[in-house]
């Protein structure tokens, strides 16, 4: 679930993703995998973290709008990704995407990493929103700066363990820090330098905690307000044209449980709403489906991607 737009830089891109299912299968001692098992294998946290199908209801939109939190990846997205006319089609290939690269085979996942680097591989423009010309003194963007993608790597990998502790199951620390580990290997064949992708766990929140500082990079433009009202408040003719009618008020609420999972300063700057009803309606979701989670059969709970992918394994 990337941010459309941000280019992974495919200066040796080749030869690094070539290099991800080493690194992540010799991690902590871990057994070589194969190219049935992919770039994580069944015994790796993100195999055990992305199955569950309600995550991406929570870390999907939680980190499309840190990222546009960035004034420079909002301008990117703004001039670059076609969402506002069918944010569903675009979900839905970034979903098909991630995941193809969490369950499929090694082949297949390298083959996808090689094709989004390919895909972004021109992304660039001028900044043009006026707080994002002041906030960054940058005239222009390019997907090719890997702080910006160094920030899309942090928002997936953060969002998922948020949603994850939050809707699911306590996730502990050393859950969270073998998850962010297996991220690592990814995050550098997609372009981000081993001496910018901070080392561990720790790293990565003390790199997260400064970009969110009040003072830091992550700043809240008008651009990332506008972009903001299409992931909060989707059409829903994309999916089913009679339901176009439906007034966004219908179906909000559906939505409040990632709003809330949000950083609040966040949900303050991009004009969100979070009254003591929207905060009881989203606990009330949220604790009703992990009341229910242990009890709904995993054909159910868990994505396609990850039963096929038990599937080939079996055989």
């Known amino acids: ?43 790796s946290e993100s195999w055990r973290l992305n199955r569950e199908a309600m995550l991406l209801l929570g870390a999907g939109p939680r980190s499309l709008l840190m990222q546009i939190a960035h004034p420079l990846i909002a301008e990117g997205v703004d001039q670059h990704s076609d969402f ?30 090689s094709r989004l680097n390919g895909i972004h591989r021109s992304i660039k423009g001028p900044v043009r929103d006026a707080v994002a010309l002041s906030t960054t003194r940058a005239a222009g963007y390019s997907a090719r700066d890997p702080r910006l993608a160094l920030w899309v790597h942090a928002t997936l990998v953060d969002s998922t363990i948020v949603a994850y502790d939050a809707w699911i199951e306590p996730l502990p620390r050393e859950r969270r820090a073998r ?29 997260l905690e400064r970009m969110l500082d009040p003072a830091g990079p992550i700043q809240v433009t008008p651009t990332a307000r506008e972009l903001a009202g299409y992931i909060l408040h989707p059409s829903m003719g994309p999916l089913f044209a009679p339901l176009g009618v439906l007034p966004p008020v219908a179906y909000d609420w559906t939505l409040w449980p990632a709003v809330g999972l949000l950083p609040s300063r966040l949900r303050v700057e991009f004009g969100i709403p979070w009254s003591p009803a929207r905060k009881t309606v989203a606990t009330w979701l949220v604790g009703g489906w992990r009341a229910w989670n242990p009890l709904i059969p995993t054909g159910f709970r868990w994505v396609a991607q990850a039963a096929r992918a038990d599937a080939r394994l079996a055989r």
């Open 1 to 43: 679930m990337t941010a459309d737009f941000v280019e992974r830089s495919v200066i040796g891109g080749r030869a690094i993703v070539g290099e991800v299912v080493t690194s992540i299968g010799s991690h902590d001692n871990a057994p070589q995998l194969g190219e049935r098992e992919g770039l994580y294998g069944p015994e």
């Open 179 to 207: 998850f962010y580990s297996e991220t690592r290997p990814i995050g550098l064949a997609f372009g981000i330098p081993e001496d910018l992708l901070p080392p561990d766990l720790a790293a990565m929140e003390a790199y």
């Open 84 to 113: 506002r006319a069918d944010p569903w089609r675009r979900l839905q290939g970034t979903l098909r995407s991630y995941l193809r690269i969490v369950f499929g085979t090694t082949s297949q996942a390298r083959g996808e990493i």
